[in-house]
């Protein structure tokens, strides 16, 4: 698994595409997902109570950037986690409660659905925000059929 990652990421910055520091911006997800688990299992005891908890907490922020990922690849654009920061704002407040929960004593079953019911809420904002997108630049209605204006009938 090493090997695949390492070779990968050297394969990536070795195509000279991009610059590297936008390809090692493509990481940030997933590095934020290590540590998210790194920390929830190293400060927490719900972590190891209810294991699908904590992964079902991430798994929304996960889908979220795979999409943004795809989108901006068929798009042509650049995939960069900074310009919208506001789509990661549940996973790193969650993050911040985690780290300053032994000083703040909360529930940390709260922290956690906070954070599941949080990135959903990111989740699907931003794919309703792409499919109206998408709608408006193609002139199309979402879900439905466009009928053509009928000409006045000639006498």
Not at 57 to 62: K, M, R, S
């Amino acid at each position: 698994m090493a090997y695949g990652i390492a070779h990968n990421v050297i394969t990536i910055l070795s195509a000279g595409k991009h610059p590297p520091m936008h390809c090692f911006q493509g990481f940030y997800p997933i590095i934020t997902v290590i540590f998210y688990f790194i920390l929830s299992w190293s400060t927490s005891e719900v972590a190891w109570r209810m294991p699908a908890l904590v992964i079902f907490a991430i798994g929304p922020y996960f889908t979220l950037n795979a999409s943004r990922l795809i989108i901006a690849t068929v798009t042509k654009q650049k995939f960069i986690v900074l310009e919208d920061l506001h789509l990661s704002l549940p996973t790193f407040v969650g993050l911040s409660l985690l780290i300053l929960n032994k000083q703040l004593g909360m529930n940390e079953i709260i922290i956690f659905l906070g954070m599941l019911i949080g990135n959903f809420f990111m989740y699907f904002w931003y794919i309703v925000h792409v499919i109206d997108q998408i709608c408006e630049a193609l002139d199309i209605n979402c879900l439905t059929i466009k009928h053509k204006a009928e000409k006045p009938k000639a006498k």
